[in-house]
Each structure stands twice: as structure tokens, then as C-alpha cells.
């Protein structure tokens, strides 16, 4: 009988020393667009049978080693799997398909130099989105930043490390994913914050403004709102105990934030200008340890981290990022024609995503929401 594997097992085989071929029987533009680490294309449509043509391809690509099929949904994976079943493959096929992939997470301890202080940084493996839950180990009390939709994940996570969730943040509107933050608040009855530029993006959720330098607690550590434009108007980086920096998309480990998903192409150099000064009249004016920790990691086409790996921190040093990111050492003419002339391909649906972020549009279901989420986040520049 078939076997069928969660995606999670997927992620274990894929960072494993095993042995085995991932085929995508998805059509080769959806391939092309976003895919599995290490996977190979062989497109199978509904009703479509194995001729030697495919047989010859499998054959080449296996090299007698045990196939892992995936697809979309599971739906086309699943009688492509069972035809290789019949000419004596050993083959597994992906529960859930790519759909399932995207809601793949890690939980990634953060070590910090204060003991009673817990971070825990949750990764979207697929999406390459990150958010966190904070805490005090004293009290157990704690926030999520920028929480992902599947809220359950930040839930378990606080739970697991003994941290009851107080408040709810998100950095900014964002863009490539649904925000899971209003959803978590409301279902916790604790108070949802953005920043208090969020009022100009028409945001209709309930929300507590949070102003440029204004500080809340849990237990003993205090969490300041630092407003940084560029990325979004209503953008705020949150700087935790003194030390650690949550930068949303204002500042990754191996970019900056792109200026034109909100701004547009005609006011991107607007955007990019108003990033500068974030960067260099806040960020950087803070100490060489302290500990960024951006809302994103890039991912490629073929679904591997650009830094990094699942699994391991993602963060660095500002000290080290002023040395080595070269972005950062740029005057601002520069920095701001770099960011318009070079803007990546923009994320699918990010305008119908925005929409749903401020609650202006909401969502028709479920089913709506995982279409608007397919393919790894692009918000970097």
C-alpha cells in the first residue's frame, strides 16, 4: 500500500542524510515559480497516464533510489504515486501537497545574556516568515510579534516555554502573508498593537496605536515602539530588554526592505528615502551588540533559505551587518537608486493581501487565504 507522509516528515528527510528523489507533478510554471528544496519536475495532469517518455525520466532522475511525490494539494501526486506503485517503485506521496508545505514551522530558541528573558523565533519554513513570542521566565508572562495565521503554532510555542501570551504585535500591514495577529488577540481577548501610523493605512481591525518611543512591560522586560518608515509608512521596529531588535522588514540578516508594495513604483524612491533615515538616524545609532532579528528570511525559487538554514537562528549583529551589508554603506542618492532600479518581482496577490491585513477586504474563507499565500515571501529589496 502507498505510503503517505505528513510534511514535516518531508522537512526531516529533506535536512537528513537520506536517500530518496522528491518529484513535483505540478505543471512546470508553478514548479518554476516555487518549489521544494531538491525537487525534480515531471508534470502529471488529471488523467494523464506514464508513458516510457516519464518512465525514462524517473528512471534518470531515481537512479533506484525511493520516490517522494508532491503536488499542489495531494490530488494529482497521489494517482501519480499509485502508477509508479504498479511499475514497482518504492514511493510515498506529501499529505496535503504544497499547500500543507507552506504551514511547515521550526521553533528556534534565541539565547540571550539576561536569564530570565525567553525568546523563541518561529520560522515559516516555505514562506521564510518569522515571527516570535517574548517572554519573562520570572513571571510568564509574555507577547507574540507578527504572528503567521496558523496562530495555533504561536500558541504551543508560548505554552512550551511557559510563557502566558499578554499582547499581541505586529511590526507593520504586511504584504506576502495573512497576519494572524488580530485573529490571535481576539481569540486570547488580550490587546492587538501596531504602530500608530497604522490609523493612515485605513487599518479597520481594533488595535492599541503604539507612538515612536512609547514602552510597554511584561514581567520585567520592556519592549520600546521605535517608528521606522520605508518598507510602510506605519512600520515600527521593537526594541526588547535594551538589547534585541525585532525589525520586521525594515532590516533582514542579508537585505533591507523593498519601498514600492505600499509606495508604488512612482513613490519608491519616497519610500527608499524615508527607509535611509530609519536606518541611519535609528538603527544605526543603536550599539554595535545589538541583536537584529528581522520579520523575514529570503528564499529562493527552489525553496532554500538565502542565509541560513530551518532550524538554526536567524539574526546577526548590527555591528556586523554595518560591516558586511554592503547596502548599509551607501550614501543616500545610492541606497535609494539601488532599491528603485532593482526592485524584485513582486509577490503574487500582495495588493488583495493588504486589503485583508487592514480588514478593509476580509476573507471569503480558508481556502481564499492559502491561494493568497502560495510561494515564499519576496519583501526583501
Known sequence: MMDQIEPEQLADKIDGDESFTLIDTRPEDSYEAWRAPGAENVPFGPGDELDNEKLDRIDELTDGAPVVAICGKGLTSTPFSFELEQHGYDVSV?????????????????????????????????????????????????????????????????????????????????????????TLANTLDVPYHLGEKASERGVEYEYEPLADGETITVGDIEIEALHTPGHTTEMVNYLVDGEEL?????LFVESVGRTELQFG????????????????????????????????????????????????????????????????????????SRL????????????????????SDPLEDESEATE???GPNNCAA
Request: proline letters at 5%; glycine letters at 12%.
Open 265 to 336: 513604483d512612482e513613490e519608491a524612491a519616497s519610500g527608499a528615502e524615508l527607509l535611509y533615515e530609519s536606518l541611519h538616524n535609528t538603527i544605526l545609532e543603536l550599539p554595535d551588540e545589538t541583536r537584529i532579528l528581522p520579520g523575514h528570511v529570503s528564499v529562493s525559487e527552489g525553496g532554500r533559505y538565502e542565509v541560513g538554514s530551518p532550524g538554526d537562528p536567524i539574526e546577526a549583529r548590527l555591528g556586523t551587518l554595518r560591516d558586511e551589508l554592503a547596502l548599509l554603506g551607501l550614501n543616500e542618492d545610492e541606497f535609494v
Open 94 to 182: 506529501v499529505k496535503g501537497g504544497m499547500e500543507d508545505w507552506s504551514s511547515v514551522y521550526e521553533v528556534v530558541p534565541i539565547e540571550t545574556g539576561n536569564d530570565d528573558f525567553v525568546i523563541r523565533q518561529l520560522q515559516r519554513r516555505a514562506k521564510g516568515c518569522l515571527g516570535y513570542v517574548i517572554g519573562s521566565k520570572r513571571t510568564g508572562e509574555g507577547v507574540v510579534v507578527d504572528a503567521t495565521r496558523q496562530t495555533d503554532q504561536f500558541k504551543i510555542a508560548a505554552e512550551e516555554a511557559g510563557i502566558t501570551i499578554k499582547r499581541v504585535l505586529d511590526t507593520h500591514v504586511h504584504a506576502d502573508h495573512i497576519s494572524g495577529g488580530p
Open 246 to 250: 525585532l525589525t520586521g522588514d525594515t
Open 372 to 374: 493568497l499565500e502560495l
Open 340 to 359: 528603485v532600479e532593482n526592485a524584485p518581482e513582486k509577490p503574487p496577490n500582495y495588493e488583495r493581501v493588504i486589503k485583508v491585513n487592514t480588514g
